[in-house]
């Protein structure tokens, strides 16, 4: 995808937005549903507000300026993420990051020190960007600030980009985009324009799964909550929208068995903790829905197991263990043995389901 390009669903909203520049404000926080192409979004704005002919507003992808962008070497434009997401992104060969990740990761002293790359967005990546906001725009006209995920801003990044917006340099916009805009500073968010971006409608979404390729487009977009990214990049993994290790022990524990939690927790403590706790905090809503005999969002294929497994009333327990999947997702990246974090959350949906299983059939 063109760096230039709005998604199919972005686009109305996009041209709104950007006709409106005369009163743009400094700093936007962009946020929604995970998995709906928000950073997508940040970046085709960027390419827009640095485009030298705009058309109504976007991007042309026929100038300089666009050129620089979709090569990745515009100097109007930093991205700024924690260094783990910039070598996902190949930082190393950006050259546009200078201030930014790319520069602490691939400089002398960040390689003798042997310093693992950071998970947050570090205060001296914001104040770096100093001599890029005292120098002149090349172009004279925006210089784009693109941070992501703005959750990964801590108190000490957060307060030194909050005295950055407090006084902000001229011919400057920052563009945050984040999941959870509940997890950054109070004082951070009331420098900020809100900009919610809304889940797409779901047949805009299936047809643009299946123009790129996506088989099962209606099982994934379900498992994804209608996140039609999240379910493209899922699906090139090759498992099945319902991951096979959550459906043995869904269907294992509908017949009133506890699993084997050790075998499933050295499946999945493979993987990251978000990427099985997802479909387990998933999964806890799926109970409850059962619970009061409504049909399953996220996971279809267990909905005739999950109405065996659940009672006709939901139960405390049950909406307790959404609580307690919510702070496990908290401290998902703590430095935890990831077997013994997974065999706990496991054991613990496992006795909850267990315990509704049997209150059902007494």
């Not at 979709?70 to 997401?85: W, Y």
């Not at 600030?145 to 005295?163: D, F, H, R, T, V």
């Not at 324009?193 to 979404?205: D, N």
Request: glycine letters at 8%; one cysteine or more; charged letters at 20%.
């Amino acid at each position: 995808m063109s760096i230039a390009a709005f998604l199919p669903w972005h686009q109305q909203v996009a041209e709104q937005w950007l006709g409106n520049r005369d009163r743009f404000a400094h700093a936007w926080l962009i946020h929604g549903l995970t998995g709906i192409g928000k950073k997508e979004f940040a970046l085709a704005a960027a390419a827009s507000l640095l485009c030298e002919a705009p058309e109504n507003g976007m991007a042309c992808g026929k100038c300089l300026a666009c050129g620089w962008v979709n090569s990745g070497n515009h100097p109007d434009l930093k991205r700024i993420r924690p260094e783990t997401i910039a070598l996902e992104e190949g930082a190393e060969q950006d050259a546009e990051d200078s201030g930014g990740a790319s520069e602490s990761i691939s400089s002398p002293e960040a390689s003798s020190s042997k310093r693992a790359p950071s998970k947050e967005i570090r205060a001296e990546q914001i104040r770096g960007l100093e001599p890029w906001f005292n120098n002149a725009t090349h172009r004279g006209g925006w210089r784009v600030a693109l941070i992501y995920p703005a959750e990964s801003l801590n108190a000490i990044s957060g307060n030194a980009l909050l005295k950055v917006l407090e006084e902000p340099p001229p011919n400057t916009v920052f563009l945050l985009v984040a999941d959870a805009p509940d997890r950054l500073l109070a004082t951070l968010l009331s420098r900020c324009r809100r900009l919610p971006l809304a889940t797409p409608a779901l047949a805009g979404a299936r047809d643009w799964l299946v123009k790129e390729g996506v088989k099962q487009a209606d099982g994934w977009l379900a498992a994804c909550g209608g996140a039609p990214l999240l379910a493209k990049k899922l699906a090139a993994l090759g498992n099945q929208p319902c991951p096979d290790w959550l459906t043995t022990f869904v269907k294992t524990l509908s017949q009133g068995n506890m699993p084997d939690i050790g075998a499933l927790a050295d499946v999945i403590s493979k993987s990251t903790p978000v990427e099985w706790l997802d479909p387990l905090q998933r999964l806890s809503v799926d109970l409850m829905l059962a619970a009061n005999r409504i049909s399953c969002r996220y996971f279809p294929s267990l909905e005739q197991s999950l109405q065996v497994l659940v009672g006709a009333k939901p139960s405390a327990a049950l909406s307790d263990l959404g609580s307690f999947l919510n702070d496990q997702r908290r401290v998902a990246g703590h430095p935890l043995s990831a077997k013994l974090f997974a065999h706990a959350v496991l054991q613990r949906v496992a006795t909850v389901c267990l315990q509704t299983h049997a209150k059902k059939e007494s």
